[in-house]
């Protein structure tokens, strides 16, 4: 059975360890197409945070109260760059983590795509399935935004880190997102897939602009494999983060419903064949999607494989 999932950072990341658990009992072969709309230059430095959470988690060197960067670590550099005064100081870098970030920028410099940096740096990590930037491309999320200097786009971790989505905000845009191709792998994926995933990650600023990509969006929707989405959002709340600021941007509930009729119901163009809500939300209805409910906590890689269990056999 081939499984492709789409992700985002940490929910990504967490809700592959069980993608990676189930594999390992079923045999299964898995493929992740992970956001790149996070991805930003700070000095001088190519950072994909959703690309490392992934990787650093499932290579077991990501730092688990954090959730983002590697456990461990260390931040000499980061005070080294206060001493200079150089901004931007709202986004730290360990120093382990900059090891990767240098390795990830010579590389891009010497001509070679995100996906074969990606692959490369994996090698180091052993993931354990296939990572897969959703495209070799530039494409940033951005947060267009009105405060006292009026109204512009800012970058999606400028929005996120710095501001803590309390900005008033109009919309979001994904710079670039027009012009971007799927990377190598990604189309051919989705295409042979029995099941698509769609993780448990912000719908609106992780999976949306994978979604954004010319061509990803419209090989969902036609997949000939069953498509099943996990809800992030449990009893009205995201269980971590904003996910709740995000979906007030765009004018959708938030709830397991909400998100659901987001995506939609693929016999009507949307994306779902299979919509996983946590047992609290039974009862949550998407026309046109067979809605199941199931514990959808991620407490540990078990309970986590145990979704993605339901999730395939739902589909
Ligand atoms: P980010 O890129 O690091 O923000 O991570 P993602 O977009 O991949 O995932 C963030 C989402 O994961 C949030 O909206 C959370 O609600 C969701 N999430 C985190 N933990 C859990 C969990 O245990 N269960 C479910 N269902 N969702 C979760
Ligand atoms: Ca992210």
């Given at each position: 059975m081939r499984i492709v999932v789409l992700a985002g950072g940490i929910g990504g990341a967490r809700f592959l360890l069980g993608v990676r658990e189930y594999a390992r009992r079923t045999g299964a072969e898995v493929t992740a197409v992970v956001n790149v709309g996070d991805d930003l230059r700070l000095h001088g430095l190519q950072v994909c945070p959703d690309l490392d959470s992934v990787m650093y988690t499932l290579g077991g060197g990501a730092d688990p109260e954090r959730g983002w960067g590697r456990v461990d670590e260390t931040w000499t550099i980061r005070g080294e760059l206060a001493a200079y005064g150089?901004?931007?100081?709202w986004f730290g870098l360990g120093d382990k983590d900059i090891a990767t970030h240098l390795v990830r920028t010579t590389m891009l410099n010497a001509g070679y795509p995100l996906s074969i940096v990606t692959e490369a740096l994996a090698t180091r990590w052993e993931p354990g399935l296939r990572l897969l930037p959703a495209t070799d491309d530039r494409l940033e999320t951005h947060a267009v935004v009105t405060d006292d200097q009026g109204t512009r786009a800012i970058h999606f971790q400028e929005w996120w880190v710095r501001h803590r989505a309390e900005i008033p905000t109009d919309r979001f845009v994904f710079v670039g997102a027009d012009a971007a191709k799927p990377a190598p792998g990604v189309l051919d994926a989705i295409g042979s897939a029995d099941v698509v995933l769609l993780a448990p990650?912000?719908?609106?600023v992780s999976v949306a602009p994978i979604l954004a990509v010319p061509g990803i969006r419209e090989a969902v929707v036609a997949a000939p494999g069953r498509v099943a989405g996990v809800s992030p959002i449990i009893g009205g709340a995201p269980?971590?983060?904003m996910a709740d600021r995000c979906l007030a941007v765009i004018g959708v509930e938030c709830s397991a419903a909400g998100v659901g009729g987001l995506y939609g119901a693929r016999a009507e163009?949307?994306?779902?064949d299979t919509w996983l809500v946590d047992s609290t939300d039974a009862g949550a209805a998407v026309p046109g999607v067979d809605v199941r409910a199931v514990a959808?906590?991620?407490?540990d890689e078990a309970a986590t494989a145990a979704m993605v269990a339901a999730a395939v056999e739902a589909a």
């Open positions: 150089v901004e931007p100081s990650s912000n719908p609106v269980v971590r983060g163009g949307g994306l779902l959808l906590r991620m407490v």
